[in-house]
Every structure is written in structure tokens, then in C-alpha cells.
């Protein structure tokens, strides 16, 4: 008994010492104790706060339905609801950083809406203390055109590109006033524009828009257009970016796509559901590009790691067991900015897709992920 009551005393020591000795583990050294999944291996870790939050205090009435309604300005009508199209919209709202704004917007009265020839750019300007008038037609008509894009600066005054099957732009030297000058700049299949402005001299007009078959193989292009002297001339017309061609990208999502000027830095992103998601910066204002992988398609294209999955001509299958699989991929939405330091940055949409059959294009499913950087 008194060895029984001997060795039961000395485990209970033991465990005592134990426990007194034992250390609280960090969650990293957790982490690391633990196979992380492929999932984890790729998920960025979220800092810690520095600082607790201040705590939520609910209010002692709920709010009503007035109350949650936000408050702003009707700056025209429209009876074309689909503004943003396939994806990203294009840049409908000019700051001009002197407390001034031009904003515009896809405008029809009519209810056949994209298919009325009164659709075109509705156009109102805010003079610092007041919007102007919502306009009655377009800045075009009677012309039809669509899908545009407002930018400018002070040296070659605003500047707005739409399409009317053919690359489209209107100008006037002096933002919110005076009559534009508009026309044809290129003729073809053209539609869907993105433009920005910039250069060293603030005189260059950089634009970027969607084309039919150009017989290099690829379903659609993306097609290039540069003026260096405030759209007098076009030094590239129907160029391409070496970083978002047919042998980078198969197929260019309609509005999949958009651009950003700082100067001579120009960015271009591209992609789509079945896409890489491409950036191409050029710092030579648009005469040289670097193409940077944001988002990699999991399937590479017939002709192997770097060539560009074709969704009319594979299945999404990411083990190569024969069996479409669903990827995680990116919408056709993307928007990009260049900050004060030259850093471009992008956020789009998440998306998951499933391409059973290599003849079709893939089925897609909404998701909740975005990509920033």
C-alpha cells in the first residue's frame, strides 16, 4: 500500500513539473507544427492589429428606411441599364484636381436602348459648385456610338473615345465648355475602347480597344493606338502590346480590360475567366512593354507551360487526368491605377470555371476573392 501510495505521489510531481515548465506556444510555431494544405501554402497571412479596435456601439433605434438611403446629385437619365457591358466599366469620371469633375455615362431616351440610334455620351460637368444641366442627346448625335471614356489634362484640354465601329473621339481645348470636335480616327471592326492620357508632355492620348479575328490565329485582339501631339495624328495605329498578344493571351474578354497613364508609365491589364491575368507596363510611353503574371490560368495551353489555355479548344483539367476540373481564375472586370511612386496597382473580381467541353466556352460560378497589388 505504501508503495502503491509512493508511486502514485511521484507521478503526480511529475506531471506537476511538467506542466510548471510548459510554454505557450506561438500561433507561428503552431503553424509550423502543422502540414499546411496546398491552400494555406499559397494564402498571404494577414498582419496582426497593433492596436485593439475601437468597439461597435449599435445604435439605441435602428435606422430608417430614409436614414440608409445615400444622398446624392441625379446628374442625368438613361434608359441603358447594362453601363458596365462585359465587365470592367471604362473611366466615366475625370477629377481634374482643382475641384472640378466631367463625368459621362452610355445615354439613350430610347427604349430599344443599345440598339437606338440616339445612344451615345451623356456628358455633365461640375464647375466646383454646380453640376451642369443633364443633357437632352448625346455629345455625339446624331451619330451612335458607345461605350465612353473621358480623360484630359491642361495642355491638350478633354478628350473623350467611344466607338461607332470604328475608333471614335471627341475633343475641345477647354474642359466643361466650348464645342467638340468629333470623328473617326481609325476605321475598322473596333469596338469597346479604353483610353488614358499623359506622355512627359502631357500631350499623349494611349488606347486600347477590341477587335474581331485579325488572321494571327487568335479569336479577337486587342489592339494598340498611340498620338504623341493631342490626337492630330496617330504615330501606332493597330499595334499590338508584345505582353498581351494573341501568344500571351488566346481570347481577350469584351471589356476585359483597362488602362493607366502617369507620365511615359502606361499599364494595360488584361484577362478574362479562362486568362491569365496579364500586366503590361511600359515606362517608354508605350514604345517598350513588360509583361508580369498577376493570376496564372492552372491549365497551360496546347503548346505547354507559357502558351495560353484556349477554352474553345481544351477542358479545364488542371492533374491531367482527363476530367475537367474548376478553377479558380479572375472575372473579366479589372481596374488599375498608378500611384505617385510608379507602382501600378489592380484589383478584379473572383471567379471559379469549369470547362467540360472543349468545343464550347467555360460554365463560370460567382466567387468572393479579389486580387490586389
Known amino acids: 500500500m505504501k508503495k502503491q501510495l509512493l508511486l502514485a505521489s511521484a507521478v503526480l510531481l511529475c506531471g506537476s513539473i511538467v ?16 502540414p499546411a494544405t496546398v491552400a494555406l501554402k499559397k494564402a498571404q497571412l494577414v498582419k496582426p492589429r497593433t492596436t485593439e479596435a475601437a468597439p461597435y456601439k449599435q ?5 430608417s428606411s430614409a436614414q440608409r438611403v445615400a444622398v446624392g446629385t441625379a446628374l442625368g437619365t438613361t434608359i441603358y441599364d447594362l453601363q458596365s457591358n462585359y465587365g470592367g466599366c471604362d473611366r466615366r469620371l475625370k477629377n481634374w484636381n482643382d475641384g472640378t469633375f ?5 445615354m439613350t431616351q430610347d427604349p430599344a436602348g443599345g440598339s437606338s440610334p440616339d445612344r451615345g455620351t451623356g456628358y455633365v460637368y461640375f464647375d466646383g459648385t454646380n453640376w451642369s444641366p443633364a443633357p437632352t442627346a448625346s455629345i455625339q448625335a446624331p451619330t451612335k456610338t458607345g461605350w465612353t471614356n473621358i480623360d484630359g489634362n491642361s495642355t491638350i484640354g478633354e478628350i473623350n473615345v467611344a466607338h461607332n465601329s470604328n475608333l471614335w473621339m471627341d475633343k475641345r481645348a477647354t474642359k466643361g465648355s466650348g464645342a467638340w470636335t468629333s470623328g473617326v480616327q481609325a476605321s475598322g471592326s473596333f469596338t469597346w475602347p479604353r483610353m488614358a492620357t499623359g506622355g512627359a508632355n502631357n500631350t499623349s492620348i494611349h488606347t486600347i480597344i477590341h477587335n474581331g479575328a485579325d488572321g494571327d490565329g487568335s479569336l479577337t485582339t486587342l489592339l494598340y493606338f498611340r498620338s504623341q501631339d493631342g490626337g492630330a495624328t496617330w504615330d501606332i495605329q493597330s499595334g499590338r502590346i508584345s505582353a498581351a498578344d494573341s501568344s500571351n493571351v488566346a481570347d481577350p474578354t469584351a471589356d476585359g480590360y483597362a488602362i493607366a497613364c502617369k507620365g511615359d508609365v502606361v499599364a494595360v491589364v488584361c484577362g478574362g475567366f479562362a486568362n491569365d491575368l496579364v500586366l503590361a507596363k511600359s515606362t517608354d510611353n508605350g514604345n517598350t512593354w513588360t509583361k508580369t503574371i498577376i493570376n496564372q490560368f492552372p491549365v497551360a495551353g496546347a503548346g505547354g507551360a507559357g502558351t495560353p489555355y484556349n477554352a ?3 477542358i479545364s483539367d488542371i492533374d491531367g487526368d482527363g476530367i475537367a476540373d474548376t478553377c479558380n481564375t479572375m472575372d473579366s472586370s479589372p481596374s488599375i491605377v498608378i500611384d505617385a511612386n510608379n507602382i501600378v496597382h489592380v484589383v478584379c473580381g473572383g471567379m471559379r470555371v469549369l470547362d467540360d467541353d472543349p468545343v464550347a466556352a467555360a460554365s463560370y460560378f460567382q466567387n468572393r476573392w479579389v486580387i490586389l497589388l
Open 312 to 314: 474553345f479548344a481544351q
Open 102 to 106: 466631367s463625368a459621362t455615362w452610355t
Open 59 to 63: 445604435s439605441s433605434q435602428p435606422a
Open 19 to 34: 506542466a510548471q515548465n510548459a510554454k505557450k506556444l506561438t500561433r507561428e510555431q503552431v503553424q509550423a507544427r502543422v
